[in-house]
């Protein structure tokens, strides 16, 4: 996995529709948080959730991307299946370049890429210090009070 301070790298994906996404072109907008998954992944299962709270916050401040290991339909299905509706990308097999080139080791995994091109955190299963770290930076609260949710779940 690709650790903060590096580069990350500049990629491009298609989204759910086909259409071409780029990181460099995003970053212009302000910075970029990628989120890598795959739909049989119980710990993206449980993170993808609380992620889309991000994305439902009127706050926000930075664009929240999905990146599907899957194809275009499994990943529709998981959205369906999980209320996700945050952008969604895919890498899928047999090339997986994007997730290749962030040196994925397992999923989640979570990148902040500032508008520099850095990254600035990165993240590697389920982590709810992480997360919440995340929420403070762009003002939103992923967990609701009283909510049971692990400290730790391995990708």
Not at 31 to 48: E, N
Not at 116 to 145: C, N, Q, S
């Amino acid at each position: 996995m690709l650790l903060p301070g590096t580069a990350a790298p500049d990629i491009t994906l298609p989204d759910l529709d086909g259409a071409a996404w780029t990181l460099r072109e995003a970053l212009r907008s302000g910075p970029v948080v990628l989120a890598f998954f795959k739909i049989s992944c119980s710990t993206c299962q449980l993170t993808f959730p609380f992620l889309q709270r991000f994305l439902d916050s009127p706050h926000g401040g930075a664009a929240l991307i999905a990146v599907s290991q899957d194809d275009v339909p499994a990943a529709r299905e998981f959205q369906q299946r999980f209320g996700v509706s945050m952008p969604t990308l895919i890498d899928a097999e047999p090339v997986y370049a994007a997730s290749n080139a962030y040196r994925i080791a397992s999923v989640p995994s979570i990148f902040v890429i500032e508008t520099d091109g850095r990254i600035a955190l990165a993240v590697e299963g389920f982590h709810k210090t992480a997360l919440e770290d995340l929420g403070r930076r762009f003002g939103v609260a992923p967990f609701r009070e009283g909510e049971r949710v692990p400290a730790v779940q391995p990708g």
